[in-house]
């Protein structure tokens, strides 16, 4: 198996947003709070001082995935050839996986939970990665901050940093398959 996942450069991220947008864009995610693909800002120290941390997070499709353990229906599976974690279409709308996930990935896709009870979540864009292109949100990426594969080939091209600030949870949790390049700050 070829474990799949994502690579986030800190330091490139602009928290443009264009990675949001293709993602909603590509999955038909209804207008609304859900996003499957969020970007935010942590910011430390004081003026003039302070340090920005931009964030753009997704499903880390991870080793040992909380959401998964935690689905009472058997509604999320990790698959075998490439490690990806997805939703069947079995969701009872009970939220454990929302509950269980650090990186607060599976959501409502809805405004109204009522009006399409269904958690969804990033699957890494399986329709398009099997036709061999990026997902929606690499793609979109207009300063290659994001990049996606099997994540050793990843490794190899970035190295090996698993964690990040900006509010990232601790990767002991869950084992996130993403990698990163941490945002760097000079002479402050």
Not at 4 to 26: E, I, L, T
Not at 29 to 47: D, F, N, S, W
């Amino acid at each position: 198996m070829a474990q799949w996942g994502f690579y986030y450069d800190q330091n490139r991220c602009m928290a443009c947003r264009a990675c949001m947008v293709a993602c909603k864009d590509w999955k038909n995610v209804a207008l609304g709070p859900a996003k499957y693909r969020r970007v935010t800002e942590a910011e430390e120290g004081q003026a003039p001082f302070t340090k920005v941390y931009n964030l753009s997070l997704t499903c880390n499709h991870c080793e040992d995935p909380a959401c998964m353990k935690v689905c009472p229906v058997n509604n999320i599976i990790k698959r075998k050839e490439d490690g990806i974690v997805v939703m069947l279409d079995k969701c009872i709308s009970c939220k454990l996986c929302k509950a269980a996930c650090p990186y607060d990935n599976p959501q409502f896709a809805a405004m109204d939970p009522d009006e399409y009870p269904d958690m969804e979540k990033c699957d890494l864009c399986l329709d398009r990665i099997s036709q061999g292109k990026q997902p929606a949100c690499v793609a979109a990426c207009p300063q290659r901050a994001l990049d996606a594969g099997p994540i050793d080939d990843l490794i190899a091209k970035y190295g090996e940093v698993r964690t990040v600030k900006g509010g990232f949870a601790d990767p002991n949790i869950t084992k996130p398959n993403i990698i990163f390049n941490q945002r760097i700050y000079v002479g402050t």
